[in-house]
């Protein structure tokens, strides 16, 4: 066998039919290059239905993984390395154009001489159309060399993969045995002796067939790291944040994060309640926050369409709530399992009425974590509806980020209960800040009845037009205060400059690695991240007005000057440009696009080069 | 100051005295006539007569003329939004089961646009007095036909009669598994009501009382006008509600098993077709609350413990070799 080549980088992806084990193969494969401590992201290839029809390429199923010698924060681009159980799963792949003009596939050869003709026919295809491309085809056979350890080749093949990229990638064979041993302790032995073989055999097998194999080093210096998706991430973080209930109702791709809650929350003495609807879901959290308990709700748009009524009352009880939201493709059903940034005006305004609420999105798995404790602490200072808008990337992907320090702060926390001075009011409103002191059931003298119709200091109904305006002011004025608080911003690179991007969310990963390559061509090109997108962070005008031009990138929708109808006066925005515009009477451009699937840096790459080139024309006329 | 649960126990079991001025914010502001005022009255008297301190009271309540409820009532409250009382409530059972929970609706509100929330709570069997009050009709968006109207009433939006036989509440409480407690009684007779709420009151589990009333306004005739004749039958057993018959004329009282579920399905499958049952339609003491069942699982952890917990499974998500 030749050296090994070093490489920076490399995305791997394994592909099957769904159910056939490439996404247990992917994971596992992942996991060991952590452990061997590369940095990761993962991405899940997921059909929408559980056992869609096989050898199709709407059975796809798999993970992809991107490995590399430094921490990564997205996805990457194209993908390098396939590892196909068939032609269709591969197939699925080169049509939604995830592969690299130049990637190596390694696929089973027992469908180049099944019995079925059109299947072989296809196979050759699909194949020779790829190798035309410029892609490397490694035929192997992977089924048979299987069959030779077990009894079930279908079933034990994600062991095998697993052990045959060891090989690839120059894992140590025994620390992957014992990590898969880990996986499997449970097991009988004879089961665990089994996996063993397997991996075992798939690496011998490597040796024999690849002439070439890949060494991505491990990144030096880190402490320690913890690898999670991050819908686990918010199940960790919401016990971190000294949560109590879980109210939910299945949804994709939100679910997982209950499933995470509900595997451990009683040890934590908390609960995981799956009510009968999305509605009662967020009702009982917000009874749950009212009486004194904390509790949070997560849902995914569809989810969070039902809840509006609800998340109207709570701002105007001002009962404390956070409520996630783990975005998917919309509208409707749309895309339920990928992601998508459409829900970002519902967050912001959806509601009878005007109900002012805050709305922050996580930018990176880590963020995931660490925003739920933030999340709850400004719900409960400001007796806010806090919206956490994360998305099925974050959800989904896997990435690798220091280990969180566990502190006690938040964590149970005595109710008090004692008398209240007569004459306490329920709305006892700062008239500077809108703040004002929860009284929970159980207080002596603390009688006070919560409702959604308008009212006054002290929770009585009132119709008067003062009452009313006053309300809404305390309710908004709240929000001010909070933006007081925040701090302007990061600007990623100079302060001025040709181009700001700017992002919010999951994106941030794809955008930020992208402007570091185009700033590394002397492109002066800088990039935002806003976290806060209700209230908006300060200083974000100041900082756009250093910049020629300012556009948002980001995973929804817009019109694209240029096609059929579309001028600049109905020309419908991206969402975060619709609200930075609003707010900043700045001439903020966007570039939106819903693929269903995250951005890649070389997608931005494309367009920063492109609006500077631009930009450069134009100063030339 | 705060007051631990050992103080809160103590205070419990001290002596006070209650008037009904206690249980009252201000007169209520319904329609002359309205049921409401008797059923307000019924359940302040009981309070009274129980001697229960008003901060530990919580009254959730829906939105429509009943759901005012709580205004009226000296305790906490939540007036909630359209059909969704009983989500409110089972968050606050969940998170306080200490407290002493009613939730009130209306019949358009808990079994129509409720109605999910309803059938679904009544199998949680979250420790809660359920107070709906049934006049028949949607009275505070003036005079829609509501699921429990009788065929050919005549509405705004039936104004040549309603279509549909009624909704029979009855019947379909007792097809939910968990069901503890059915009962009803109706808003001219006080006595009975007061009893009623009382025994529901005393139940731990979801006591859920039918309260049959009617609505001076847009539907004065509903129950006979609540009239000496309505035709009613009190159920009687050892430990069902004591007979009071007030100002009906000819009600019959017939003994009732209200342990007996076949016995009880029978009393409710006949309810609309001949006399309307009052008083104990189904009581099993021993169904298990939704709390109960949930908290016997939970770990009892304080914070230090907890936070060594969870930096345990972050141990399970760490990559150091």
Redesign the interface.
């Known amino acids: 066998m030749k050296e090994p080549i070093q490489l920076k980088e490399h995305i791997v992806e394994i592909v099957s039919d769904a159910g056939e084990g490439a996404q247990k193969a992917g994971t596992t494969f992942a996991?060991l290059c952590?452990?061997?401590?590369n940095g990761l992201w993962t991405v899940e290839i997921i059909p929408s239905e559980i056992q869609p029809p096989p050898h199709t390429v709407g059975s796809a199923s798999g993970n992809r993984i991107r490995l590399s010698s430094r921490p990564v924060t997205n996805g990457g681009d194209l993908t390098n390395l396939v590892v196909a159980f068939n032609e269709m799963a591969l197939l699925s792949r080169i049509q939604v154009g995830a592969l690299a003009p130049d990637v190596i596939v390694i696929i089973d050869n027992m469908w180049a001489t099944h019995a079925d003709p059109q299947i072989c026919k296809q196979y050759r295809e699909v194949l020779d159309s790829l190798s035309t491309q410029g892609g490397q085809v490694w035929e192997l056979p992977i089924d048979a060399a299987c069959a030779k350890v077990t009894d079930d080749s279908a079933k034990g093949k994600n062991m095998f993969i697993v052990g045959m990229l060891s090989c690839l990638y120059n894992k140590d064979l025994e620390?992957a045995k014992s990590f898969v041993r880990g996986i499997f302790a449970k097991k009988p032995p004879a089961v665990i002796q089994k996996n063993m073989d397997l991996i075992e055999a798939g690496y011998v097998f490597g040796m024999n067939h690849f002439s070439q194999t890949f060494v991505v080093a491990p990144v030096k210096g880190l402490p320690?790291?913890?690898?999670?998706n991050g819908n686990?991430a918010i199940a960790?973080g919401s016990?971190?944040a000294g949560y109590e209930?879980c109210?939910m109702y299945p949804i994709t791709p939100a679910t997982s994060a209950s499933h995470e809650l509900a595997a451990?929350f009683?040890?934590?003495?908390?609960?995981v309640?799956q009510?009968?609807?999305e509605?009662?879901?967020?009702?009982?959290?917000?009874?749950?926050?009212?009486?004194?308990?904390p509790?949070l709700t997560i849902t995914s748009g569809p989810g969070m369409a039902l809840k509006t009524?609800?998340l109207g009352?709570t701002v105007m009880?001002e009962t404390p709530l956070v409520c996630v939201n783990v975005q998917r493709g919309g509208p409707s059903t749309g895309l339920p399992t990928k992601v998508e940034q459409g829900d970002l005006l519902n967050a912001l305004f959806a509601s009878p009425g005007d109900a002012p609420k805050v709305v922050m999105a996580p930018s990176s798995i880590e963020e995931c974590y660490h925003i739920m404790p933030l999340a709850r602490k400004i719900s409960e200072e400001f007796r806010a509806l806090v919206i956490v808008l994360s998305d099925a990337n974050l959800a989904t992907g896997r990435q690798?980020f220091a280990?969180?320090k566990?502190?006690?702060d938040m964590?149970?926390t005595?109710?008090?209960?004692?008398?209240v001075e007569a004459g306490a009011k329920p709305f006892d409103w700062d008239l500077e800040t809108g703040l004002s002191q929860r009284i929970l059931?159980?207080?002596?003298?603390?009688?006070?009845?919560?409702?959604?119709?308008n009212h006054n200091e002290a929770g009585?109904?009132n119709y008067l037009a003062e009452s009313n305006q006053k309300g809404m002011t305390m309710r908004s004025r709240k929000l001010a205060v909070l933006q007081s608080t925040l701090k302007a911003p990061e600007i990623f690179g100079e302060a001025e400059g040709d181009l700001l991007i700017v992002g919010w969310g999951s994106t941030r990963g794809a955008i930020w690695e992208a402007v570091e390559r185009a700033q590394a061509e002397g492109l002066r090109v800088s990039a935002m991240n806003i976290q806060f997108i209700s209230p908006l962070p300060p200083g974000i005008k100041a900082a756009f007005q250093k910049f020629k031009k300012v556009m948002t990138v980001e995973l929804n929708y817009c019109d694209r000057m240029g096609d059929p109808y579309i001028t600049e006066e109905n020309r419908r925005y991206a969402q975060l440009a619709i609200i930075l515009r609003a707010n900043t009477l700045v001439d903020v451009d966007c570039w939106g696009m819903v693929p269903g699937r995250p951005l890649m840096p070389c997608e931005v790459h494309g367009v920063i080069r492109q609006e500077i080139q631009a930009l450069k024309t134009k100063k030339g006329i | 100051?705060?007051?631990?649960i050992d103080d809160?126990v103590q205070?419990e079991e001290s002596t006070c005295s209650y008037g009904m001025d206690d249980y009252t914010t201000e007169a209520a502001r319904w329609c002359k006539g309205c049921g409401g005022h008797g059923a307000l009255g019924a359940l302040q008297r009981m309070l009274r007569d129980n001697q229960v301190?008003?901060?530990?009271v919580?009254?959730?309540s829906g939105?429509g003329c009943s759901s005012r409820f709580?205004?009226y009532l000296?305790?906490?409250?939540?007036?909630?939004?359209h059909g969704?009382a009983?989500?409110?409530?089972?968050?606050?059972?969940?998170?306080?089961p200490?407290?002493k929970l009613l939730t009130v609706m209306g019949d358009g509100d808990c079994f129509s646009i409720g109605g999910?929330?309803w059938?679904?709570t009544l199998r949680y069997n979250i420790n809660s007095m359920v107070m709906v009050l049934d006049n028949e009709i949607y009275a505070l968006t003036k005079k829609q036909v509501s699921p429990t109207s009788r065929i050919g009433t005549v509405s705004n939006t039936s104004p040549r009669g309603s279509y549909l036989e009624p909704l029979n509440p009855l019947s379909v409480a007792l097809g939910i598994s968990n069901i503890s407690f059915i009962a009803q009684t109706a808003s001219w007779l006080p006595g009975h009501m007061q009893a009623t709420l009382e025994k529901a009151w005393k139940h731990k589990g979801l006591a859920f009382v039918r309260i049959l009333q009617r609505c001076p306004v847009f539907m004065p005739n509903a129950f006979q006008g609540g009239s000496v004749d309505f035709p009613g039958k009190f159920l009687e057993s050892p430990e069902g509600i004591p007979v009071d018959k007030g100002i009906l004329r000819d009600a019959p009282v017939v003994a009732h098993d209200p342990r007996n579920i076949n016995a009880a399905q029978a009393v409710a499958a006949n309810s609309h077709m001949e006399k309307e049952p009052l008083g104990l339609i189904y009581y099993n003491p021993e169904v298990p609350t939704y709390s109960d069942i949930?908290?016997s699982?939970?770990?009892?952890?304080?914070?230090?413990a907890?936070?060594k917990?969870?930096?345990d499974?972050?141990t399970r998500?760490?990559?150091?070799?």
């Open positions: 996991e952590a452990k061997s401590g620390v320690e790291q913890v690898a999670m686990t960790l016990i971190a209930l109210s451990f009683e040890d934590f003495g908390g609960l309640h009510a009968e609807d509605i009662a879901a967020v009702g009982v959290a917000i009874g749950s926050n009212w009486a004194g308990k509790a009524e609800f009352l009880t690798l280990r969180p566990v502190v006690e964590l149970t005595p109710l008090d209960l004692s008398p059931p159980g207080r002596p003298n603390g009688m006070w009845v919560a409702t959604g119709l009585k109904i | 100051m705060s007051l631990t809160f205070k301190h008003p901060e530990e919580v009254c959730v939105i709580p205004h000296r305790a906490y409250g939540f007036h909630t939004l969704r009983l989500p409110v409530s089972v968050g606050v059972s969940l998170a306080r200490e407290l999910n929330h059938l679904h949930r908290y699982k939970v770990a009892t952890v304080d914070r230090k907890k936070a917990l969870l930096d499974y972050l998500y760490s990559v150091e070799s």
